[in-house]
């Protein structure tokens, strides 16, 4: 079965880096696009990046453009999410999700658990 | 960016009540609308695809609608497991945008 599992979340301060990985079983990983959502504490969703299967094109949201960046290792079967200069409003929840295919960018059934990431002093 | 607008912000209804939940786009989106529920400490859970089509084991009494801008999200006898918080999203354009959110609650 699909299974999306994020690590690398933890206190960090503001103007700090920190990066997430998400390794991904269950299914071809290499034959999928990847997002990553985010949910800050008691708000909604909030799309952060996609990433193409291959890794040859990348999109962001513009809240974080220039400061995330979203890679990933198809050997490894593993997405990341490369976050620099850190600031209180990237609190939040972080999510690592499949696309649907390989194609156009759908978000798919298959989330992983989340990672908590709080930006604080 | 596609501004997605649903509504309400939250409601109160009966076991067994018809519950409808509306989502407006700022711009055309043809069908390229998905409907989450998430309950708390929770992932979402997609429910709906393609604005009507249920995904695969998600209950019959959830259904969805619309095309263009205007989409509608049904419950048709709700039962408390579908206690959560519901979310609309597009993925006609990025960035890629969610409704703000609605919280059902059993009256």
């Known amino acids: 079965q699909v299974q999306l599992v994020e690590s690398g979340g933890g206190v960090v301060q503001p103007g700090r880096s920190l990066r997430l990985s998400c390794v991904a079983s269950g299914f071809t990983f290499s034959n999928f696009a990847m997002h990553w959502v985010r949910q800050a504490p008691g708000k909604g969703l909030e799309w952060v990046a996609v990433i193409t299967y291959d890794g040859s094109n990348k999109y962001y949201a513009d809240s974080v453009k220039g400061r995330f960046s979203i890679s990933r290792d198809n050997s490894k079967n593993t997405l990341f999410l490369q976050m620099n200069s850190l600031r209180v409003e990237d609190t939040a929840v972080y999510y690592c999700?499949?696309?649907?295919?390989?194609?156009?960018?759908?978000?798919?059934?298959?989330w992983g658990q989340g990672t908590l990431v709080p930006v604080s002093s | 960016d596609i501004q997605m607008t649903q509504s309400p912000s939250s409601l109160s209804a009966s076991v067994g009540d018809r519950v409808t939940i509306t989502c407006q786009a700022s711009k055309d989106i043809r069908r390229d609308l998905n409907w989450f529920q998430q309950k708390p400490g929770k992932a979402p859970q997609l429910l709906i695809y393609?604005?009507?089509n249920l995904e695969t084991g998600v209950p019959s009494r959830f259904s969805g609608s619309g095309s263009g801008t205007d989409f509608t999200f049904t419950i048709s006898s709700l039962q408390a497991e579908d206690i959560a918080t519901y979310y609309c999203?597009?993925?006609?354009?990025?960035?890629?945008?969610f409704g703000g959110g609605t919280r059902v609650e059993i009256k």
């Open positions: 393609d604005a009507s």
């Open positions: 999203q597009q993925y006609d354009n990025l960035p890629q945008t």
């Open positions: 999700v499949r696309n649907y295919g390989s194609g156009s960018y759908r978000i798919s059934a298959f």
